[in-house]
C-alpha cells in the first residue's frame, strides 16, 4: 500500500512534467498550426531552444515546493526561498538554465526579495489571474490530502498556497477546484479511475461553493458546459462540450482549469489526454502539465508511455523529491 501510494504521487509529478516538456517547444503556437503539425512526440527545441525533454516554470515551481516539504508543516517561506533560487539562480531547471517566467510570479518574487513575507508577495488584482498558481499547485495538494483535517483547514492551506504568487481569489478557487479533484483520484488505488470519481470531486467543489459570488460568476461555464454536473446528479451521466472550439487554451486561470478538466474527460489514455491538451496551442505546457497531473493519478505511473518518461530530464531527481517531501508521511 505504501509503495501503491508513493508510485501514485510520482504518477502525478512525472505525468505534470511529462505534459510540461511536450509542450514546451509548442508554447504559443496557435490551435491552427497543431493542427496542421500536431505534436505526437517528445520533441526538442522550438519555442525556447531547448533540448528533447526540457520541462518549464511549471515544473520547476512545483519541484521547488516539493523541495521544501519533509517536515510536519507547510514550509512557505522556504518554498518563496526556493522560487528565489529557481528564479535568479538557475536552480530546479533542466538544464541549469531558467525560462519562460511568468510576469505575476517574477512579481511576487522581485516583492519577496524586497520585504521577506510570503503572506502579502503575491499581487491580489483581478488582473493577476494567469494559471501561475494552478500550474504548481499539486504538491500542495498531495500534502493536504494526507492531513488528518477537515476541508476548510486543507483549503486555508491551499490558498496560501496560491497566494504566494497568486493572491486573487478566483486563482485561490482555481486550485481548489484542482484539489477537489484530485483529492479524489488520489483516493482511488485501482487504474483507470473512473471519470465518475473526477465528477465526484466537481460536485464537492459545487457543493463547497455554492453561493460564493466568485464561483458563481467565473465557473459557472466550467459546471455547466464544459461537463454539466447537474446532468450528473441526477442522471449520472457525463455530458461534456464536445466541439474544441468552446475551449480556450491560454494562460487565464478559468480558462486553462477549463481546458485541462475537458481534456480529462473527453479522452481515456494519460497519452490521448496530454496530447489534446497540448495540441490546443497557446499555452500548451501549462494546460498539458495541469492535465498532465491529473492524467498521471487517474491512469497510473506505468500509462505514461515510458518513452516519454525516459526522455524526460531529470526523471530521477523529481521523484527523488516526491521520495523526500512524502515517503515518511504514507502510514
Ligand atoms: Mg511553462
Redesign the pocket.
Known sequence: MNNDFLNKIKAVAIGHAVA?ALG?PV?FSTREELRKKPVTDMMGYGTFNMPKGSW???TSMALCALDAMGGEKLNFKKTMQNFVKWCYGNQYTPTGFTF?IGGTCRTSIAEYLRNPDYKTCGPKDERSNGNGSL?RIYPFVIHTYLLDTDVKTKLTLIYIASALTHAHKRSKIACAIYAFIMWELLGENTYPVPKEVILKGMVKAKDFFDSDPEFCEHYKKLFQKVVDVDEFLKHGTISCIQNEDCISSGGYVVDTLEAAIWCLLTTSSYKECVLKAVNLGSDT??VGAIAGSLAGATYGYEQIPLSWREALIGREYIESLCDKAFAHKIK
Open positions: 510540461d514546451v508554447e518549464s516554470d511549471d519562460d500550474m505546457d501549462t
